[in-house]
């Protein structure tokens, strides 16, 4: 257990009957479990303990899974490392040394190095996406809508899914099938599209003849050199079995971390208000000031990832630069969006690297935050679009594992399990 994966180790033992039963669950550590700490990864919740579980681990629970502990994670998901958690950096199972990726690291470490058989994460901009890649596990990013964000804690709430980890696509969409479809307690959510005879798990069956995949150029420039080989070794054996390939454009994405990151900075600064010490987290003291009280809990409970985006998305949300910033991202947003419909028209699914370089090595990245930010210029353009992705191991460059990405249209997690099934 020297990886450090669990931020709180406790067993939540499942029933015998359901469809997850005799399978252990790790949950991330931002999506609440009734009597179990939850913490965000932050100083801030050290000692929250929710009193209702989020509708995923409800269903986890009805589903007979047995929940076997919180799994670290970046401080409220802003990260792509886990090296910001308030408890100490995730090492990498499948790569000593390195980071899980982020923010959902501790997940994919605990499927990857066999303390559980499946796992939850969340996705903002990459974050089961990411640590699925740099773990050489799967991890499906699903359609805005299509899960429950009841008992998530949000980061940045019109961006993000929960998503399942699993070794297999086959398992981790066995996992979807469990924690998809409606829910009264998240007005964003829909039922799945499946027949009542059918089932994510039952669409991987590797079958890809006739699947015709665009590659977005965009996609591939500025990635490594290794990283791409191993991509395109992935694409021939897709196209061995069956399927084809051509380039398409997403002319957008070169504006998405941009516009990301204004939208997700500045949802942050609105989601985190909530933590004064008095409403939520930990207290700041009371001397007869209530500001400074305030101010305490927040300076001594954030970390420096946090406090520099609620400062910026504050900022971005100012008086007098709302429509330079967050307008802006917004158009932006809504031009990707269609880029995508447009890329998508043109091909059944899209395929990319999930990251555009390896798992970097630990406390190698963390003083160069744009450089971070740069790193998830593959997976945030897929939450401004609201569209499913998966991430599926493609193979190593030098001993590291690759991920490649598959894109699909809204609520076409069926496609992308059936296609991604023919790697993994
Ligand atoms: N790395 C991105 C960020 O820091 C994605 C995080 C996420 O998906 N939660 O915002």
């Known amino acids: 257990m020297s990886e450090n994966i669990f931020i709180t180790e406790e067993r939540i033992d499942g029933s015998d009957d359901g469809p997850l039963a005799g399978k252990t669950v790790a949950v991330k550590d931002n999506i609440s479990t009734e009597g179990v700490r939850t913490t965000c990864g932050s100083r801030m919740l050290e000692d929250y303990v929710p009193p209702y579980d989020a509708t995923v681990v409800s269903r986890l629970k009805d589903a007979g899974a047995t929940i076997v502990g919180k799994a670290n994670m970046d401080e409220f998901g802003m990260g792509t490392t886990t090296e910001t958690s308030y408890f100490g950096e995730t090492d990498n199972p499948a790569a000593p040394g390195h980071v899980p990726g982020g923010s959902s690291g501790g997940s994919a470490a605990a499927v990857a190095a066999g303390e559980a058989d499946l796992a939850l994460g969340s996705d903002t901009g990459g974050s089961v996406r990411c640590p699925a890649a740099f773990c050489g596990v799967v991890g499906i990013k699903p359609t805005y809508g299509l899960v429950s964000r009841y008992g998530l804690v949000a980061y940045g709430n019109s961006l993000e899914q929960i998503g399942p980890f699993g070794e297999t696509v086959e398992e981790a969409a066995s996992l979807l099938d469990v924690i998809a479809g409606s829910d009264d307690r998240d007005a964003t959510t829909r039922e799945t599209p ?143 969006k269609q880029d995508f419909d447009e890329a998508l028209s043109e091909a059944d699914v899209l395929a990319s690297p999930t990251m555009p370089v390896p798992p970097f090595e630990l406390g190698e990245s963390l003083d160069d935050p744009l450089q971070l930010y740069l790193a998830d210029a593959n997976t945030v353009p897929v939450n401004l679009a609201d569209l499913p992705a998966i991430s599926v191991p493609a193979g190593e460059t030098d001993g590291l594992p690759v991920g490649l990405q598959l894109v699909g249209p809204a609520f076409g997690e069926e496609r992308l399990i059936r296609a991604a099934s023919a790697l993994a």
């Open 194 to 336: 499946l027949e009542a005879d059918e089932s994510y798990a039952d669409a991987a069956t590797g079958d890809v003849d006739g699947l015709s995949i665009g590659v977005p150029t965009e996609l591939l420039e500025g990635a490594d050199e290794g990283v791409v080989e191993t991509f395109w070794d992935a694409l021939a054996e897709l196209e061995d079995r069956g399927a084809e390939y051509h380039e398409v454009s997403l002319p957008s994405v070169e504006h998405a971390v941009e516009a990301y990151y204004v939208i997700a900075m500045s949802e942050a600064s609105s989601n985190l208000a909530r933590f004064d010490g008095v409403r939520y987290g930990r207290s700041g003291g009371y001397d007869g000031n209530w500001n400074e009280a305030f101010a305490t809990a927040r300076e001594e409970g954030f970390g420096d990832e946090v406090k520099r985006r609620i400062l910026l998305g504050t900022y971005a949300l100012s008086a007098g630069y709302h429509d330079k910033y967050y307008k802006k991202a917004q158009d932006a947003r809504a031009w990707v």
